[in-house]
């Protein structure tokens, strides 16, 4: 036993030895790395600044389409961020202070301060650049003493980094700060440039807007020494990062843009050296987030690399309003199987919903489908398989309803170009012919683009087409007919004629009374201007829409083309079209006695815009317009197969939808700044409301110029 304890002791004893060896190698191992990571902290240097810009503050009220009156509120919230979260070594507001309109002098000064005084509160070197609005109400001076500093752009020096401040208060830097610039910028170390207004053209909305107007000089001089880490500025709706001769320009978008509530920044800057640096830039919207890793090697030949390291979104909690009407075969709410050309859409009285176009997939015929039981059917039948209607070649379709009964015009070029109506019955198609008319032709001469309407009673349908009997294209005659369901009859104008007006027409649209059966016909009077009248049938004869203003009823009195109308349940009349300059999309409503113009001269749109049409809810009186409009520069995403994303300028068309609402015409809602197509969208849209549904069919070009389909949930009523 004695034996044993003595070789157990020594045992202990040679594992107690090894223990601490052991501990020393460990102790040595955590002391070399603590020594490792302290020079290596010593070595890199991380700036925090914390961003924040366009506040608008404007008191307790709204001045403009930023929401100022909450702008104390959310800074009160980036402050509490950058206090208890962040910790940034200075904090930088970004220009644009208050709203700087609709106030005195001194209500501006009391704003600056009281919001100032909220910004104050930041733990942190507070820093300042200067907005336009800043100085609309303020003198620079009176501006300059309220934000304590002596000088609207200034430098300074912080951890190894020059901080420049620039003033873009007057829309572009003048020569004397031009060269106070190109001297700040001569210095060994890197260089941080904050402004409101940035050096690049950034997203504006939907389009591309340009901030200063000598953006190439002052970039010229920040490319010139090759030392700037990122430019930083504000005055954008939008947060944008784009590299530009390989400097970063950073754009934040601000604190109380409607679109981007809550908008700032953290960003850290890693100084390793003076050739390697990382800029972490971390962008808060509410609660959505986004950071980017922005690497910039000087020694490289000034190599930058962006990279988008995380996305998250948690504000998009609202349901859109919008959605394709698709299914089965139908991809996004496409309905051709190719390109589609002009397009028409309309509803049965059960709510089914029918949509027409030409589809140039098979030889551009009219090809006419329904949407039933959550897939898109062609309407077809022996004659006329895959819903292909038209003999040949097809133009601008029109459809009509009666209950379930679908009614379908349009223009038979392969025919001599005439117009031609035909009826679904629910089995068949048939021809809306009699023995002076077969085949459903109404004309035996040229003629173009018919469209039809019922009466209210249902019991006459009315065609309205232009008729030209010689060769000269621009002598087309208005013709309007009816069919009373078993033949077609001439309606004849005043004069006994067989055309209802007594000069050239183009272009006419054709709706009902909702008190009787009288018709209302729209067109382009091209005699007279190319003018927009309106005229009324009541059965007998036909008058002119005319009142003091516009005695001749040339509506508008202006040069206009592609009228549309629609009748609300009292009876008023909207009228929709274009002018050729500057290119806008007016509109006017006949009350009975007069016409009024719907908005700030009638003006829909002042952007350059062709093929307008409109609709109305006959049950509340609700009023929508579409039409395409074209623009330049529109900002367009491009995604590469790798997953990297460009934005890039383009000129394109696309279909948009307004709403007549408390006297004035708004952008619909839950849709991008009211287009419903990215791409072009020229395909003379055509709209229809049944039960609070808003149905638009259109061209989409993103869709392989597709026929689409949309819809549009809304609550009805005034």
């Not at 309109?101 to 009281?114: G, L, M, P, T």
């Not at 490319?223 to 400097?247: L, P, Q």
């Not at 029109?398 to 035909?422: A, G, L, Q």
């Not at 829909?604 to 815009?609: E, G, I, L, R």
């Amino acid at each position: 036993m004695k034996f044993s304890n003595f070789f157990n002791a020594k045992k202990a004893l040679n594992t107690d030895k090894k223990n601490k060896v052991f501990f020393a190698v460990v102790v040595i191992f955590i002391v070399i790395a603590i020594v490792w990571c302290y020079l290596n902290e010593k070595d890199s240097r991380i700036l925090k600044i914390g961003f924040v810009t366009d506040w608008e503050y404007s008191g307790e009220k709204r001045v403009n389409n930023k929401m100022g009156e909450v702008a104390d509120e959310y800074l009160k919230k980036v402050v509490d961020h950058y206090n208890k979260k962040f910790h940034p070594d200075i904090v930088i507001g970004g220009g644009d202070y208050i709203a700087g309109s609709r106030v005195s002098n001194k209500i501006a000064r009391e704003q600056i301060r009281d919001i100032i005084g909220i910004f104050s509160r930041a733990q942190g070197q507070i820093y300042y650049t200067i907005g336009s609005r800043d100085i609309r109400k303020i003198s620079r001076d009176e501006l300059l003493e309220d934000l304590g500093i002596d000088n609207p752009y200034y430098c300074k020096e912080r951890d190894g980094f020059k901080l420049i401040f620039l003033d873009t208060s007057m829309g572009y830097i003048d020569s004397r700060q031009l060269k106070w610039l190109e001297e700040s910028l001569k210095t060994k170390k890197p260089v941080l440039v904050f402004s409101h207004k940035g050096f690049i053209e950034v997203p504006n909305g939907d389009t591309w807007g340009k901030n200063i107007k000598n953006d190439d000089e002052v970039r010229g001089l920040l490319e010139k020494t090759n030392n700037v880490v990122a430019v930083v500025s504000g005055n954008a709706s939008v947060d944008f990062i784009e590299k530009k001769n390989n400097i970063p320009y950073i754009f934040v978008a601000g604190l109380t843009n409607p679109n981007k509530q809550l908008g700032f920044a953290d960003i850290a800057v890693n100084h390793k050296s003076n050739k390697d640096i990382k800029l972490t830039l971390k962008k808060y919207h509410n609660r959505d987030y986004l950071e980017y890793l922005i690497e910039r090697n000087f020694a490289d030949g000034a190599v930058t690399r962006i990279k988008k390291i995380k996305e998250i979104n948690k504000n998009n909690t609202v349901n859109s309003s919008w959605r394709d009407v698709g299914g089965g075969d139908s991809d996004n709410g496409t309905i051709s199987e190719g390109k589609g050309g002009e397009t028409n859409v309309g509803v049965t009285e059960g709510g089914i919903l029918v949509a027409s176009f030409e589809d140039k997939a098979n030889n551009e015929r009219i090809r006419v489908r329904y949407f039933k039981d959550g897939n898109w059917i062609d309407i077809e039948d022996k004659k006329n398989p895959k819903g292909l209607v038209s003999f040949g070649k097809g133009d601008t379709p029109c459809i009509e309803t009666k209950k379930e009964e679908i009614f379908v015009s349009f223009t038979e070029y392969d025919r001599n170009e005439r117009p031609r109506v035909i009826k679904w019955n629910g089995n068949n198609w048939y021809d809306l012919a009699d023995a002076n008319y077969p085949e459903g032709f109404l004309s035996k001469y040229t003629s173009h683009e018919p469209v039809i309407s019922f009466d209210k009673s249902e019991t006459y349908l009315y065609a309205v087409f232009e008729e030209n009997k010689t060769e000269d294209k621009t002598k087309s005659l208005l013709k309007m007919m009816r069919w009373d369901g078993n033949g077609w009859s001439v309606v004849r104008g005043n004069n006994g004629r067989e055309y209802i007006n007594n000069s050239f027409a183009r272009e006419a649209d054709i709706k009902h009374s909702n008190m009787d059966d009288s018709m209302y016909i729209a067109y382009e009077d091209i005699l007279n201007g190319n003018k927009i009248r309106v005229l009324k049938w009541n059965g007998e004869k036909f008058s002119l829409l005319c009142d003091n203003q516009y005695l001749d009823g040339f509506v508008g009195n202006i040069k206009g083309y592609s009228p549309a109308i629609t009748i609300d349940g009292k009876d008023n009349l909207y009228l929709v079209f274009s002018i050729d300059k500057p290119g806008k999309t007016l509109a006017f409503m006949w009350n009975g006695k007069k016409w009024n113009e719907m908005g700030q001269k009638g003006i829909v749109t002042s952007k350059n815009t062709i093929e307008s049409t409109i609709i109305a809810d006959n049950k509340s009186d609700d009023i929508f317009v579409a039409y395409s409009e074209y623009k330049d520069n529109v900002v367009r995403k491009r995604v590469y197969d790798d997953g990297k994303e460009e934005l890039r300028k383009k000129g394109i068309w696309r279909v948009k939808i307004r709403k007549w609402e408390n006297s004035e015409w708004h952008d619909v809602e839950d849709c991008n700044n009211g287009y419903i197509s990215n791409g072009n969208g020229k395909g003379d849209p055509s709209l229809v409301i049944f039960d609070d549904v808003l149905y638009v069919i259109f061209t989409d070009e993103e869709s392989g110029n597709r026929a689409r389909v949309k819809a549009y949930s809304f609550k009805s009523g005034k």
